[in-house]
């Protein structure tokens, strides 16, 4: 980074002698930072602003330095707490994004909402919100910032996937962490492998009943900002396993390497394992979760669809307030304002109409995991399995329309980068990417033609 700068001004002719780069570091920094990108584990830092987290450690105190975490009690009171914190982070989601600035305050005060205690259940002390609750707070929180929206997604993931396979010292113990605020981040990708058989990340017995994770990640989203990182692995049987690192242990290197056009700050880059010692009661047996019927897979794309849902809402929001405050009415129209076209008008129906559309699908598919969880069969956990793919496919679709249509409806001012619009597509059009839509059609057309549910396996 720093060499690409001294580059660029001594081209202009602004610098005067410069001593090579290498004769100011240190050594032995200098050679571990070429043999990290030598290995191809993390991304080479690119035209953009470098994070200062692909370079340094976040700082101790953002861990610590916090006050104790709300204890919601119910759906109502989670609810409330999620309009709260998105009236708060609200304000400032532009110039994050435009900047790049890592929302370390607003993560503080996620922990201390008691919003990421939401999926603990009532008999360790939680309020154990329904999937219907749940969502609709995605929704409000993503609809004030989706990067924020996304970066406790897989935090709830684990929570549930605790439950579901954890032993009951896991989930005494944890639940406890989730309940005092920390929060659990991802190591779940890998690139360049076609499915998890394939995962490079392993986890091997150490003789003295404890084990040792070696690996690397990517797509490590809220990883930087967490206290602890649930690591994806195989074990020596191949079956796969959830591994809870303390991010500070011996051995873990996060690093801020994401450099995807949108979710800018979500921090999704690169985790590298390098022999970390882990103790046994840290490994989670993930594969039981799917040896009976589950609702596990639907509970976390239900997630993702809701975040794209609250995107788009902010999209439409932003488009209407665009157009009656700034918009310039048709040249020699007769209309006083933008407003009163008549165009205009139905296509803000049209794309009110489709913004409904997928808060309804999302708010069935979200009662239908509800529904299936009290009466767990085959059926029903294909049923709620279908009615989130049909719920995912449809809220990314509009939330790519909407953050589209936008700019057709604004005008060409709207494009100005003052107002940072686009960062509602940017972040659309690479949160759908998580899952892609055309999978999901796929699986919902099978059932309507073929009668088989879709079935979410290892």
């Known amino acids: 980074m720093v060499d690409r700068e001294i580059e660029r001004w001594a081209a202009y002719g602004f610098l005067g002698e410069v001593r090579p780069l290498a004769e100011r570091l240190a050594p032995d920094s200098l050679e571990a930072a070429r043999e990290l990108l030598a290995s191809g584990n993390v991304e080479r830092p690119s035209a953009d602003r470098v994070s200062p987290y692909a370079l340094a450690p976040v700082p101790d105190r953002f861990f610590t330095e916090r006050r104790q975490a709300r204890r919601i009690g119910s759906d109502e009171e989670a609810i409330e707490a999620a309009r709260e914190f998105a009236e708060r982070i609200r304000e ?44 609709e707070i995605f929704k409000i929180v993503s609809a004030a910032d989706g990067a924020i929206g996304q970066i406790p997604q897989n935090h709830h993931f684990f929570v549930r996937s605790l439950e579901l396979a954890g032993t009951e010292e896991q989930k005494r113990f944890f639940f406890g962490e989730a309940l005092r605020g920390a929060q659990f981040g991802n190591a779940l990708a890998e690139r360049g492998i076609k499915g998890f058989k394939d995962m490079t990340t392993r986890l091997t017995k150490a003789g003295d009943g404890s084990y040792r994770l070696s690996g690397s990640k990517y797509y490590t989203t809220g990883a930087l900002y967490s206290h602890w990182i649930p690591v994806t692995a195989l074990d020596e049987e191949e079956r796969r396993v959830t591994v809870f690192v303390p991010r500070d242990a011996e051995g873990v290197a996060v690093i801020d390497d994401w450099s995807g056009i949108g979710q800018r700050t979500t921090a999704s880059g690169s985790a590298v394992f390098r022999d970390v010692a882990v103790p046994a009661d840290r490994v989670v047996a993930h594969w039981r979760i799917f040896e009976k019927p589950q609702t596990f897979g639907a509970f976390g794309q239900i997630l993702h669809a809701a975040i794209d849902v609250g995107i788009a809402k902010a999209a439409l929001e932003d488009a209407a307030g665009f157009v009656r405050e700034k918009t310039r009415p048709p040249f020699k129209s007769g209309y006083a304002r933008a407003s009163e076209d008549p ?27 509800d529904e299936a969880e009290s009466r767990l069969d085959e059926t029903t956990a294909g049923q709620a399995t279908l009615a989130v793919d049909a719920a995912k496919y449809f809220a990314a679709e509009t939330s790519i329309e909407i953050t589209n249509a936008l700019f057709e409806v604004s005008g060409t001012s709207s494009m100005d980068r003052k107002y940072n619009y686009d960062r509602h597509w940017r972040n659309a059009r690479i949160h759908t990417l998580h899952d892609p839509a055309r999978l999901k059609l796929h699986r919902v057309g099978n059932w309507h033609l073929n009668g088989i549910y879709p079935e979410y396996k290892l």
Do not use: M, N, W
């Open 92 to 135: 400032g989601a532009s110039e994050r994004d435009r900047e790049r600035r890592h929302p370390f305050e607003e993560l503080k005060r996620l922990g201390e909402s008691g919003l990421l205690g939401l999926c603990v259940p009532k008999a360790y002390g939680g309020p154990g919100v329904s999937v219907r609750t749940l969502t």
């Open 343 to 369: 165009d205009l008008i139905r296509r803000f129906g049209e794309l009110g109409i489709r913004l409904q559309a997928a808060e309804a699908l999302l708010d069935r598919a979200a009662a239908a995991i």
